[in-house]
């Protein structure tokens, strides 16, 4: 009678396995995904800021450019096109 449940047995230790396998791999790629957010979510500030000041230091250096060129600051500072 042993004998008869081991193969059956043996099976379902095998399905185990491999399940076990399977929510493994499925771990590790929820963690890797979490990372990525972290990430992606750490990222867009530093990213965004840094566009920020560069749109601002693009901004400053217009404004200093007309200053140079005898515009007075305060309408250089309204950001006017020369044409």
Do not use: K, Y
Not at 5 to 26: D, K, M
């Amino acid at each position: 009678m042993m004998d008869a449940e081991l193969p059956g047995l043996e099976e379902q230790v095998r399905r185990v396995l491999a399940a076990s396998q399977h929510l493994v791999e499925q771990t590790i790629l929820l963690g890797l995904a979490i990372q990525l957010f972290w990430l992606d979510q750490w990222t867009r500030p530093v990213l965004a800021a840094a566009e920020a000041q560069a749109a601002w230091r693009a901004h400053q250096a217009r404004r200093e450019r007309l200053v140079r060129r005898g515009v007075p600051d305060h309408l250089a500072r309204q950001g006017l096109r020369l044409v």
